[in-house]
């Protein structure tokens, strides 16, 4: 860098204005590392800042989403089977990893009764996925939901033009495959009238959907109320667990377990033949005996 010179004349001293070049690259790499750690520090409180809301809006959609099965199963309801339908049943899908269990059971809706109170506050209500070719769906479920109104699952084909009217879906997570839950509910008038309800999409992002079952004695890993040698109308106790994955394809489970207010209070089997379910210890719990 040129600089200039000033003379002081009478002393015969010269001083010079300005700075070199080399006093101005060091300024210059000074203000970069300032400027590299401020930004740095602002991009990692900002990142810490958006995945502190991502966390905190995943346990929010998981925990209300146990909450409000939870309440439904709670209310499960099991009706004189010459009034109408009466159901309480399980299928299973998904791998023994990520199962991706549906449910359908006859339930009391804690809504209040239409106009004039004309309507029922009787619910068939429906959890499910849709069915996809390209995931490991059970097979023995497919077959199930054909015995009865309990799911008649969307395929592939037909989940998009479906998802489409709930609009844009998610962005998807990097490396996984993420299930939308979907729900049915309608007054329970006949076994069809749950097919001819319109699905909702429920929740996005689901990792695992698993449901187990206690009888009174022992947990199950299925139900059929229609399967009266093995089966009671109603469970005693029913434990949720739901895994939902985060932006950075990590699952997060949220679990509960609910008693059934309406089931028979007498212990259940030892021991069940059917098909539709595998006997497992219970899990241990707070009190050391069933939820």
């Not at 000074?30 to 346990?59: C, D, H, P, W």
């Not at 037909?158 to 997570?173: M, N």
């Amino acid at each position: 860098m040129t600089t200039t010179r000033r003379c002081d004349e009478p002393r015969g001293s010269c001083r010079r204005l300005g700075f070199t070049l080399l006093e101005v690259m060091m300024a210059v790499t000074i203000f970069g590392i300032v400027a590299l750690t401020v930004y740095g520090t602002f991009a990692r409180t900002l990142r810490s800042k958006q995945l502190a809301e991502g966390q905190a809006e995943l346990t929010q959609e998981g925990r209300s989403a146990v909450a409000r099965m939870a309440d439904e199963l709670a209310s499960a309801y099991y009706p004189d089977q010459a009034a109408g339908i009466a159901i309480f049943r399980s299928l299973s899908g998904g791998t023994e990893a990520l199962p991706l269990h549906s449910i359908l059971f006859t339930a009391l809706s804690s809504r209040p009764a239409g106009v004039a109170g004309r309507d029922s506050d009787q619910r068939v209500i429906s959890y499910f996925f849709p069915q996809r070719r390209d995931h490991g769906r059970d097979r023995g479920a497919a077959r199930d939901a054909g015995r009865g109104p309990a799911t008649s699952e969307l395929r592939g084909d037909e989940a998009e033009d479906f998802f489409a009217a709930f609009g844009t879906r998610r962005q998807p997570i990097l490396g996984v495959h993420a299930e939308r839950l979907l729900r049915r509910e309608a007054i329970m008038a006949s076994r069809d009238a749950l097919e001819a309800a319109t699905p909702t999409a429920f929740l996005d992002d689901v990792a695992s959907l698993a449901f187990r079952f206690h009888n009174g004695t022992e947990w199950l890993e299925a139900w059929d109320s229609e399967d009266t040698a093995n089966y009671r109308p109603l469970p005693r106790a029913v434990e949720i667990d739901l895994g939902l994955y985060d932006a950075s394809g990590e699952i997060h489970h949220f679990a509960t377990a609910v008693d059934v207010a309406l089931a028979d209070p007498r212990p259940g089997p030892q021991s069940s033949g059917s098909s539709h379910g595998t006997l497992t210890p219970p899990k241990p719990t707070a009190g050391g005996g069933p939820p």
